[in-house]
């Protein structure tokens, strides 16, 4: 498929590891892609050497950093030229397509809608993530985003992970579920029965309620909720797995006879879990700011580096901005 | 050790599969208890004939059933005679002390509030559930009640989940977490931020803040929510662990040299999912009613009926409601 060109800032400095792993993801993107161009911003002694040794990257020189422990607001305002600020500000300025960084998610956050701005008519801005269920890719969010949520925000945040789904994970006609504790209208808290309402009217593609056991199940395309407990879910489930998968280890070596037998199944259990890895989805993207900007896990290694790339790049290419504009001002709701 | 006679209604009828694995249940639990007195609640045919061949049996007749689907309140409002109506008025009579149900735990809740009373000082009752995480079992509460709270209700929550983890569970000092999305203070929605500064003033044992990882991980003996979040959280866990446990069954069994390896392993598996079933911790507690009322998951087998029951004279022997009706007044919170 021929692919127009993209610019994709990308964060040296985001992520556990960076700029080590963050570097070689950057390689890999460019190498499957023959049409992305990479600014790479970070402080000169990281971005030059890189720059120079690569053809399609130029380099964004950007003297701070902030790091994943930092206040958002407060980094976002104190660090002008962080690598994230420096990479937003490329986005206001026209001379980057979108913005890929495995770095602290409040502070892309802060620095998307303070630098780059809201699309029209969105009332907030949200936090995406890609649940890798086993039966489909499931869109949730909010996941942190706005703690406190009015049931309008909600029907926003349908429109936008549908326009998500839709656009860069290619799903044509996405089906929308509303996250409560049961499957009647009437059902759960003031806000679930509100945003109910409202969505029925204005969601294409909305199926109801689905419940906590229908995310990992994969019962909806997208699954909408507030950012208090969006982020709750996606940190049990990020908990209950890995906590699920240390008792499986301990389990099937607890004597030398299981140890043997676990050995045939490693690389069953480790294709499994990779196919589960939310990496794999190129990261969570910010919906409702003027500009694709996307944020990979602050373990990333250099394949998940390199898929948060090619989504961004997907984002831009299938214009994801401008679906969520059109899709926000068609249904009234602002 | 020894044990003063306690007389435990249980509903023959509560279960997908009633009454069929709850008459051997309730047969485990008289064995393993000699100071038990079952008083069987359900309709003549059934409850008859068991109390006729076991001695510390007795027959409560109910006629009416309420199925898992029906609308809680109304059902409790249109069958006066059902069995778990039947045996909330045993309670409030005082003939039993305490009600096991594997039934609907909306029906139990409506009846139990409406028959049974709130403990004083009570503002709302909460359900809790034991969530077995391997490091101790968490105490989540509220698990779906109360789906709008105010941060009053948390503190109370805080300090029942505390009275039944001190009592039936026997953590001497147990730790209390608030559920949140970030470890500071000022972090969460508008609910969590009030909850948190009256937790820190009123519940001994309060550690501040746990995040969606920290249930699994079983970072505290106690953590505290709304109702909607408890059930989103509670739903999603069950949901994940049989999603991943398929999974991994698939994984193991995609090639035949795999299924030999996986055959070892089976039991250890199996050893460990009984491990972490919630069942184990006899169900599912309602907390801030004035007599002991314990709801079993649908599902529960026979071993699961047994151990609801056990919890449910343990709740009290160790006089559960007395802690939380003290531990309210002394809270000042009402």
Same mark, same amino acid.
């Given at each position: 498929?021929?692919?127009?060109?993209?610019?994709?800032?990308?964060?040296?400095?985001?992520?556990?590891?960076?700029?080590?792993?963050?570097? !070689?993801?950057?390689? %890999?993107?460019?190498? %499957?892609?023959?049409?992305?161009?990479?600014?790479?911003?970070?402080?000169?002694?990281?971005?030059?050497?890189?720059? @120079?040794?690569?053809?399609?990257?130029?380099?964004?020189?950007?003297?701070?950093?902030?790091?994943?422990?930092?206040? !958002?607001?407060?980094?976002?305002?104190?660090?002008?030229?962080?690598?994230?600020?420096?990479?937003?500000?490329?986005?206001?300025?026209?001379?980057?397509?979108?913005?890929?960084?495995?770095?602290?998610?409040?502070?892309?956050?802060?620095?998307?809608?303070?630098?780059?701005?809201?699309?029209?008519?969105?009332?907030?801005?949200?936090?995406?993530?890609?649940?890798?269920? !086993?039966?489909?890719?499931?869109?949730?969010?909010?996941?942190?985003?706005? %703690?406190?949520c009015k049931p309008e925000h909600l029907v926003q945040f349908?429109?936008?992970? &549908?326009?998500?789904?839709?656009?860069?994970?290619?799903?044509?006609?996405?089906?929308?579920?509303?996250?409560?504790?049961?499957?009647?209208?009437?059902?759960?808290?003031?806000?679930?029965?509100?945003?109910?309402?409202?969505?029925?009217?204005?969601?294409?593609?909305?199926?109801?309620?689905?419940?906590?056991?229908?995310?990992?199940?994969?019962?909806?395309?997208?699954?909408?909720?507030?950012?208090?407990?969006?982020?709750?879910?996606?940190?049990?489930?990020?908990?209950?797995?890995?906590?699920?998968?240390?008792?499986?280890?301990?389990?099937?070596?607890?004597?030398?006879?299981?140890?043997?037998?676990?050995?045939?199944?490693?690389?069953?259990?480790?294709?499994?879990?990779?196919?589960?890895?939310?990496?794999?989805?190129?990261?969570?993207?910010?919906?409702?700011?003027?500009?694709?900007?996307?944020?990979?896990?602050?373990?990333?290694?250099?394949?998940?580096?390199? @898929?948060?790339?090619?989504?961004? @790049?997907?984002?831009?290419?299938?214009?994801?901005?401008?679906?969520?504009?059109?899709?926000? &001002? %068609?249904?009234?709701?602002?």
């Amino acid at each position: 498929m021929a692919h127009e060109t993209v610019t994709i800032a990308v964060d040296a400095m985001g992520g556990d590891r960076a700029p080590d792993v963050v570097l !070689p993801g950057v390689a %890999a993107a460019l190498e %499957a892609d023959p049409e992305l161009v990479v600014s790479l911003v970070g402080p000169e002694e990281v971005v030059e050497p890189f720059a @120079a040794a690569n053809e399609r990257v130029t380099p964004l020189l950007a003297s701070q950093t902030i790091a994943m422990d930092e206040h !958002p607001a407060q980094a976002v305002r104190q660090k002008p030229d962080s690598s994230i600020v420096v990479g937003c500000k490329a986005l206001r300025d026209g001379t980057a397509d979108a913005f890929f960084s495995a770095g602290s998610t409040g502070a892309c956050m802060a620095a998307a809608t303070l630098v780059v701005g809201r699309v029209r008519g969105v009332l907030r801005p949200a936090i995406a993530a890609v649940v890798p269920a !086993p039966a489909r890719p499931v869109v949730l969010l909010d996941i942190g985003a706005n %703690a406190d949520c009015k049931p309008e925000h909600l029907v926003q945040f349908a429109l936008m992970g &549908a326009a998500y789904a839709r656009t860069v994970l290619g799903v044509s006609e996405p089906s929308v579920g509303l996250l409560n504790i049961g499957e009647e209208a009437t059902k759960g808290s003031s806000l679930a029965q509100a945003a109910h309402a409202m969505m029925r009217e204005r969601v294409r593609g909305f199926i109801g309620n689905v419940e906590g056991r229908d995310i990992p199940a994969g019962a909806a395309d997208v699954v909408v909720t507030d950012g208090f407990t969006g982020n709750v879910a996606l940190k049990l489930m990020e908990g209950l797995s890995s906590v699920l998968f240390a008792e499986i280890k301990s389990a099937m070596t607890s004597t030398r006879i299981r140890t043997l037998a676990a050995a045939v199944l490693k690389r069953p259990l480790r294709d499994m879990r990779r196919r589960l890895d939310p990496d794999a989805y190129g990261g969570a993207p910010l919906l409702g700011v003027r500009r694709p900007v996307l944020i990979g896990h602050g373990s990333s290694g250099p394949e998940a580096i390199a @898929a948060g790339i090619a989504a961004s @790049a997907m984002a831009v290419r299938l214009s994801l901005v401008d679906a969520i504009e059109a899709d926000i &001002a %068609a249904s009234g709701v602002a």
